[in-house]
């Protein structure tokens, strides 16, 4: 199998995939060669080439019923990306109990419901993968950004302790980690700031590589993570951040 098609006859879900980062990687797996759901709130928005089902991560019934179409449609399924998320900005006090439990729901919460409700189907499968977003929030101390960091957080351990529960079961469980990426959830950031020509290039200095992640460059590792060649990595994570989690630069003198 050439690795251009290296996902020829496998199934793919994506949640959150019809925009940004999960509109990436609903593309690359599919010209990769899989046959690509995506699962999103507002599934009108995904590209007419995947099979899109109207879903909510926080509603099991509604997680279950999407899973269920998935597997009617294609008859089987191999891979699950779980990208779909929520942001949220400020200090420890910023939020309210009501804003913690739902960032909490969708993140973390979301991804438990979904990856349940495909066990069944990716036990079956020769191929069982499930990739998480999680993010550098994870990883490095971010200004006002606690809520959001804490259920990045808990996706990075949550993945982990998946991989070790499922190993024995052939499937594995890896997380992407990205930057600051270029999607329309920062574009509304940028668009709320006082500045936002002055923000956008705050976003980019703090990347060692001095822009915004591509969406595309996030799929990339995703497939990586997802691919049937990539057997032997699992309970692992991969930083698509331009250097900011590892690199520690001197100023640059010229």
Known sequence: MAPAMEFDGLVAVVTGGAQGIGAAIAERLHEGGAQVAVLDLNPDAADPAHFA??????????????????????????????????GAQGDV????????????????????????????????SPAASVVNTSSIAATAGLPSRVLYSATKGAVLSMTRAMAADHLHEGIRVNAVCPGTADTPWIDGLLSSADDPAA????????????????????????????SPFS??????????????????????TS
């Open 199 to 226: 923000e956008r290039a705050a976003l980019q200095a703090r990347q060692p590589h001095g822009r915004l992640v591509s969406p595309a460059e996030v799929a990339g590792a995703v497939a990586y993570l997802a």
């Open 231 to 252: 057997t032997s990595t699992t309970g692992t994570s991969i930083a698509v951040d331009g250097g900011m989690q590892e690199l520690r630069l001197r100023p640059r």
């Open 53 to 86: 089902v109207a879903t909510d991560v926080t509603d099991d019934a509604s997680v279950q019923a999407a899973i269920a179409a998935v597997v009617a449609k294609f008859g089987h399924l191999d891979i699950v990306i779980n990208n779909a998320g929520i």
């Open 93 to 124: 006090a910023a939020n309210t109990d009501e804003q913690w439990h739902r960032v909490w729901d969708v993140n973390v919460v979301g991804m438990a419901r979904v990856t349940r409700a495909a066990l069944p189907h990716l036990r079956r």
